[in-house]
C-alpha cells in the first residue's frame, strides 16, 4: 500500500462508460469489470425495467416508451443519476446505457466537474449491425424484454445512430474513445477492455 497518498478517497474514483449499440455487450461485460474491479455498475436500461416490475409511477410512464425502443427523457435520466452519484463516496462506476444523448453526456461532465471526479476511458463496442439483431432476437426467445424482437430491435439501432452516435464524437474530441472490436467470445472481448482500461485513451 502507498502510505505517501493523502487520505483523500476521491483518488479511488474511477468513472467508465460502455458505449456501443444495443446488443453489442455492453451489460454483459460491464458486470464482469464491475465485479472483479470492485465497480459499481450502473444499467440505465435495468434500473428503469426494474421500476416497470415494480409498476411504479415511473415504470407505468415509460413501459410503452422502452416498449417501442424509444428513449425515456433525458431530464428523467439526468435525475436519476444525479441522486445516484449524491450516494456514491468514493465514485466508482461503470456507466451502461448511460449518457445516450449528448444533453445527457453534457449533463454527466458537469455532474462530474462539479464532484471533482474524472472520466477515465470510455469504451465503445463495435458489432455489425446485422449481429447485433441476431443477438437481441435470439435473446428474445427466452428473455422478457418487451423490446427483444427484430422490429424494435431495428428502431433501437436506428435511434442510436440518430441520437447517441453524436455521444461518442463528443467524447472522441475530447480523446476519451476507445473502440474495441465486439465480436469473438464473451472472454475475448474481456481481455480488450481489461487492456483498454489499463491503457486509457
Ligand atoms: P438498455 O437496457 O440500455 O438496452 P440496450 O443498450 O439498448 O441493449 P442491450 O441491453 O440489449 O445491449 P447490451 O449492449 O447491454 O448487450 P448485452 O450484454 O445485453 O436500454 C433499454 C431501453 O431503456 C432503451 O431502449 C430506452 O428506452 C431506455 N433507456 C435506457 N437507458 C436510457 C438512457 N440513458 N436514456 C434514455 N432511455 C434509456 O448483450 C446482448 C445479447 O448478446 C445477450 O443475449 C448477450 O448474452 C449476447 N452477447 C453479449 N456478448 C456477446 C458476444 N461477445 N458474442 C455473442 N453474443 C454476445
Ligand atoms: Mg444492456
Excluded: C, W
Amino acid at each position: 500500500m502507498d502510505n505517501t497518498r493523502p487520505e483523500n478517497t476521491k483518488l479511488e474514483n474511477q468513472v467508465i462508460i460502455f458505449l456501443g449499440a444495443p446488443g453489442a455487450g455492453k451489460g454483459t461485460q460491464a458486470a464482469r469489470l464491475a465485479t472483479e474491479h470492485n465497480l459499481l455498475q450502473i444499467s440505465t436500461g435495468d434500473i428503469l425495467r426494474d421500476h416497470i416490475a415494480r409498476g411504479t409511477e415511473l415504470g407505468q410512464r415509460v413501459e410503452p416508451i422502452m416498449k417501442q425502443g424509444h428513449l425515456v427523457p433525458d431530464d428523467v435520466l439526468v435525475s436519476m443519476i444525479g441522486e445516484k452519484l449524491q450516494t456514491l463516496e468514493p465514485v466508482r462506476v461503470i456507466f451502461d446505457g448511460f449518457p445516450r444523448t449528448l444533453a445527457q453526456a453534457e449533463a454527466l461532465d458537469q455532474m462530474l466537474l462539479q464532484n471533482g471526479t474524472p472520466l477515465n476511458s470510455v469504451l465503445l463496442l463495435e458489432v455489425p449491425t446485422e449481429e447485433l439483431i441476431a443477438r437481441i432476437v435470439n435473446r428474445g426467445i427466452s428473455s422478457e424484454r418487451s423490446d427483444d424482437n427484430e422490429t424494435t430491435a431495428r428502431a433501437r439501432q436506428q435511434v442510436y445512430h440518430d441520437l447517441t452516435q453524436p455521444v461518442v464524437e463528443h467524447y472522441r474530441k475530447q480523446g476519451l474513445v476507445q473502440a474495441l472490436e465486439g465480436r469473438g467470445s464473451t472472454n475475448e472481448v474481456y481481455a480488450r477492455i481489461l487492456e483498454a482500461v489499463q491503457t486509457p485513451a
